[in-house]
């Protein structure tokens, strides 16, 4: 144990020096000294035959965080062998406490805050630097060109610039198998608003670019240039295919859009393969090197996520409850290890191929070791169809599914007591939890918080949910002795008690499983 602690701690700290040097460089890069000193020095040791002038930017700006994905994974493995992690949550307490509640940035911790305000340090810094660096040496790209008119082009091409920055950090918040997130104590769900933040900012600083350099053109009469492809500087028109690519799938992530209309939104957002190649066309090798590590490892996740969800789960049974809510047991391998309020995310070809929902993953790891369940609730209309489907005699369905993806640690375990909120389906997470604090409290000498649940439900037969707190292989007598649970719960839409001929029992469904389906495993 020592061995393995000293190993992680030499991980740990290899980890922020190289993630300090990637910070440095980008500190930096749009500097005189770095553009006139390193550059020059830098390239003349290590361009070489296989990267030629790229050698020096694949090697400061992309190897890094490729490295520190790779490390990080070493480093959660033994993260997960020993109980550091119950030790740097409670460092961490301070930090992850809330600052910021009001919108329109939501609910944001102290450490988040604190990561915003020094980006927002780095753009200010890159954007001052580059206009400074820019503005002493001023290139006039036309004979009789106005120094104002070249110091316009000069603004408009650095706020190129700036974007690109924050296009360097915009796909690690979305991939969802990340091993870096984890480092910080993120998942890819909770992480989804870095990524929402950095292409809103993203997209205002490339329209504000486009639109300078068109005012550009139009004022010094080269509006001919927007359609230059040249051969050895940048392409506009892949510029010009680029931004109509992006701001489609931008004007269909606004809120108000993507709420009333999310297959849109949806549907858009997939074109981001055509905007990322056009957008490599339009900037070129250089600059592709500095936003490679997001991408290459986004990348690298999609086509995980793609070979996992190729296959069929084993759809074993199904609970149908009264109230229109289901529970779907999946059979998994007991290798497949995962933390309270995980998420599954499930595609049922016979209702829809292309929609993939995510899911509250309700069962428990340690208490059901070759079974893995969700719970849906009957709202929507694919949920719906879903509902109908299994109340009916059914022999098999084809499920496909994606994770689970959801916390490193369990940090609710530390605290001496838990006061959950929840409404309808809501509490769903509610469920796993408390399943892990009662897997927990059958431990010899482990301490667990005492736990307190307010629910509130619209009618009496939601009320069927609570039944599902428990594994159908568990008894309440197994944990009473153990934990301390109390439970309130709150019928809101009836005023007296239904007869009991309406209320109905719950019903099991048992489908067999075809030859393609396989118990499921995270790649």
């Given at each position: 144990?020592?061995?393995?602690?000293?190993?992680?701690?030499?991980?740990?700290?290899?980890?922020?020096?190289?993630?300090?040097?990637?910070?440095?460089?980008?500190?930096?890069?749009?500097?005189?000294?770095?553009?006139?000193?390193?550059?020059?020095?830098?390239?003349?040791?290590?361009?070489?035959?296989?990267?030629?002038?790229?050698?020096?930017?694949?090697?400061?700006?992309?190897?890094?965080?490729?490295?520190?994905?790779?490390?990080?994974?070493?480093?959660?493995?033994?993260?997960?062998?020993?109980?550091?992690?119950?030790?740097?949550?409670?460092?961490?307490?301070?930090?992850?406490?809330?600052?910021?509640?009001k919108a329109?940035?939501?609910?944001?911790?102290?450490?988040?805050?604190?990561?915003?305000?020094?980006?927002a340090?780095?753009?200010?810094?890159?954007?001052a630097?580059?206009?400074?660096?820019?503005?002493?040496?001023?290139?006039?790209?036309?004979?009789?060109?106005?120094?104002w008119?070249?110091?316009?082009?000069?603004?408009?091409?650095?706020?190129?610039?700036?974007?690109?920055?924050?296009?360097?950090?915009?796909?690690?918040?979305?991939?969802?198998?990340?091993?870096?997130l984890?480092?910080?104590?993120?998942?890819?769900?909770s992480?989804?608003?870095?990524?929402?933040?950095?292409?809103?900012?993203?997209?205002?600083?490339?329209?504000?670019?486009?639109?300078?350099?068109?005012?550009?053109?139009?004022?010094?009469?080269?509006?001919?240039?927007?359609?230059?492809?040249?051969?050895?500087?940048?392409?506009?028109?892949?510029?010009?295919?680029?931004?109509?690519?992006?701001?489609?799938?931008?004007?269909?992530?606004?809120?108000?859009?993507?709420?009333k209309?999310?297959?849109?939104?949806?549907?858009?957002?997939?074109?981001?393969?055509?905007?990322?190649?056009?957008?490599?066309?339009?900037?070129?090798?250089?600059?592709?090197?500095?936003?490679?590590?997001?991408?290459?490892?986004?990348?690298?996740?999609?086509y995980?996520?793609?070979?996992?969800?190729?296959?069929?789960?084993?759809?074993?049974?199904?609970?149908?409850?009264?109230?229109?809510t289901?529970?779907?047991?999946?059979?998994?391998?007991?290798?497949?290890?995962?933390?309270?309020?995980?998420?599954?995310?499930?595609?049922?070809?016979?209702?829809?191929?292309?929609?993939?929902?995510?899911?509250?993953?309700?069962?428990?790891?340690?208490?059901?070791?070759?079974?893995?369940?969700?719970?849906?609730?009957?709202?929507?209309?694919w949920?719906?169809?879903?509902?109908?489907?299994?109340?009916?005699?059914?022999?098999?369905?084809?499920?496909?599914?994606?994770?689970?993806?959801?916390?490193?640690?369990?940090?609710?375990?530390?605290?001496?007591?838990?006061?959950?909120?929840?409404?309808?389906?809501?509490?769903?997470?509610?469920?796993?939890?408390i399943?892990?604090?009662?897997?927990?409290?059958?431990?010899?000498?482990?301490?667990?918080p005492?736990?307190?649940?307010i629910?509130a439900?619209?009618n009496?037969?939601?009320?069927?949910?609570?039944?599902?707190?428990?594994?159908?292989?568990?008894?309440?007598?197994?944990?009473?002795a153990?934990?301390?649970?109390?439970?309130?719960?709150?019928?809101?839409?009836?005023?007296?008690?239904?007869?009991?001929?309406?209320?109905?029992?719950?019903?099991?469904?048992?489908?067999?499983?075809?030859?393609w389906?396989?118990?499921?495993?995270?790649?």
């Open positions: 144990m020592g061995s393995q602690t000293m190993l992680t701690s030499i991980t740990r700290l290899i980890l922020l020096v190289v993630f300090l040097g990637w910070l440095m460089i980008w500190t930096m890069l749009p500097t005189k000294t770095y553009k006139n000193v390193w550059t020059p020095n830098l390239q003349s040791k290590l361009s070489s035959t296989y990267f030629g002038a790229q050698g020096v930017n694949l090697l400061l700006l992309s190897f890094p965080m490729m490295l520190i994905a790779a490390l990080s994974c070493v480093y959660l493995h033994f993260q997960k062998q020993s109980n550091s992690s119950v030790i740097t949550t409670s460092r961490l307490t301070f930090w992850r406490r809330p600052a910021v509640v329109p940035l939501g609910i944001v911790t102290a450490m988040e805050l604190a990561f915003a305000i020094m980006f340090a780095l753009l200010v810094w890159s954007l630097n580059y206009l400074y660096v820019s503005f002493g040496h001023l290139h006039m790209h036309k004979v009789g060109e106005k120094v008119e070249a110091k316009f082009r000069s603004v408009s091409l650095r706020l190129g610039y700036i974007g690109n920055i924050c296009w360097a950090f915009l796909f690690f918040p979305v991939t969802r198998g990340s091993s870096i984890p480092l910080f104590g993120l998942t890819s769900e992480s989804i608003k870095y990524h929402s933040w950095l292409g809103h900012l993203s997209m205002i600083l490339f329209v504000a670019h486009a639109l300078g350099f068109i005012i550009y053109w139009g004022i010094t009469h080269q509006m001919a240039l927007i359609l230059e492809w040249g051969r050895t500087y940048v392409s506009n028109v892949a510029g010009v295919i680029a931004i109509v690519f992006a701001m489609a799938m931008w004007v269909t992530s606004i809120p108000r859009v993507r709420r209309m999310f297959e849109v939104f949806f549907y858009t957002h997939n074109l981001y393969p055509l905007y990322i190649f056009f957008y490599i066309l339009h900037v070129g090798a250089s600059y592709f090197c500095m936003i490679l590590p997001g991408i290459f490892l986004f990348i690298v996740d999609r995980l996520r793609f070979l996992q969800s190729y296959q069929r789960a084993v759809l074993i049974s199904a609970r149908v409850l009264p109230c229109g289901i529970e779907l047991n999946f059979s998994k391998t007991q290798g497949l290890d995962y933390n309270p309020t995980s998420i599954l995310f499930i595609n049922v070809p016979s209702i829809s191929k292309m929609q993939w929902h995510p899911f509250t993953v309700t069962s428990n790891s340690n208490m059901e070791l070759d079974k893995l369940s969700v719970v849906i609730k009957s709202q929507g209309s949920s719906q169809k879903l509902y109908k489907q299994l109340s009916s005699n059914l022999d098999h369905i084809q499920v496909s599914v994606e994770g689970p993806y959801g916390p490193v640690s369990s940090h609710f375990l530390r605290h001496e007591a838990l006061v959950m909120f929840s409404g309808g389906s809501g509490i769903t997470p509610m469920i796993s939890i399943r892990e604090i009662i897997f927990q409290s059958t431990k010899p000498d482990c301490h667990v005492r736990v307190r649940l629910c439900f619209k009496s037969t939601d009320l069927s949910t609570l039944q599902l707190l428990l594994p159908i292989s568990w008894a309440l007598a197994d944990f009473a153990h934990i301390d649970l109390e439970i309130e719960a709150y019928v809101t839409r009836e005023t007296e008690q239904p007869p009991a001929e309406a209320q109905r029992a719950i019903q099991t469904v048992w489908l067999n499983p075809t030859r389906t396989l118990p499921f495993l995270r790649f």
